[in-house]
């Protein structure tokens, strides 16, 4: 990918101008945090054009002195190693200045919506739904984040028939959206007396959570619902008219909050839910409209898409979108996930590379 000066230095007087505005101690909150924000973003990419412009430069200082008449041998010698050196990291870097021109996911920076549902398999599909909630919890807490629990369907046998949670903290959308997808598991369950390998399957959802300002719900679009809590935990946890049920008349989305005692905490929740799912719809309506028929192999987020299976007698996990297989089951399933997000952002990187490339 080229980058050409003029767009380069456009980008640099940008940042300076930020720098400036910010130095003044004259703007107002909100309008300090916009520029503070707009500056944040732009900062990385001109360290990058940086440090490619000096690597450049020592290049050129470097031939000159190769090719002058004058230099002696030990002189031209050295010269050649730097050379040599330099043209080793000059493309490493010239990627990175790539990378940070690349444009950003505006939803990156936010929490996530995480919503896992377990699919085929029954108890089974349940118990491994579970399992992976909790991989998520472990990964989110080596990262310092977050974990609130929305609303839980709990199975008779252990696990989930449907968790909801919030995940907050710094570049949790930027590290989680990869996740969408169907995901299966083989494995021997506890109550198979023959051995014999059982496949099952979970949905996991990862939504950008949405502020109040993201999206406008009138009144006249809700139906309200309040009503006595029923299933597990209803009896003991909520023995007054405290559930409650929106819908979204115009989409028809239905959003069912019973967790709380609390008839005002389960609203809350339920609108926290009823707007990110919101937000997701018009996000992906935008991006239809702009990537027209392409699918990105990469984090579509199409979940009927099986991404990944989780093999316990070979001790594997394999993510069938960038055809990776860990035989590190345990220590992923223990929120060791960095080697697998990892490679999902590289390969993300890659394809947007290549597409800005061939554009």
Known sequence: MSVSPERIAQIAARRDELQALMATGDLPSERFVAVSKEYAELEPVVKAACEVRRLRAELGVLATLLEAPDSDADIREMAREEIADIKSRLPDAERHLALALLPRDAADERAAMLE??????????????????????????????????????????????????????????????????????????ATEAGGRIHTSAATVAVLPEAEEVDVK???????????????????????????????????????IQQDEKSQHKN?????????????????????????????????????????????????????????????????????????????LIAEDEAERLATLDAA
Do not use: C
């Open 217 to 255: 719900i009138e009144d006249k679009d809700l139906r309200i619902d309040i009503y006595r809590s029923s299933g597990p935990g209803g009896q003991s946890v909520n023995t007054t008219d405290s559930a409650v049920r929106i819908v979204h008349i115009p989409t028809g989305l239905v959003v």
């Open 116 to 189: 896992i549902r377990a699919g085929t398999g029954g108890d089974e599909a349940a118990l491994f739904a579970g399992d992976l909630f909790r991989m998520y919890q472990r990964y989110a807490d080596n990262h310092g984040w977050r974990v609130e629990l929305i609303s839980a369907s709990p199975a008779e046998l252990g696990g989930y028939k449907e968790v909801i949670a919030s995940v907050n903290g710094q570049g949790v959308f930027a590290r989680m959206k990869f996740e969408s997808g169907v995901h299966r598991v083989q494995r021997v369950p």
């Open 267 to 343: 609203k809350a929740k339920a609108m926290k839910v009823l707007r990110t799912r919101l937000y997701e719809a018009e996000r992906e309506r935008l991006h239809a409209e702009r990537a027209g028929a392409r699918k990105s192999m990469v984090g579509s987020g199409d979940r009927s898409e099986r991404i990944r299976t989780y093999n316990y007698p070979q001790g594997r996990v394999t993510d069938h979108r960038i055809n990776l297989t860990l035989h590190r089951l345990p220590e992923i399933l223990q929120g060791d996930m960095e080697d697998l997000i990892g490679a």
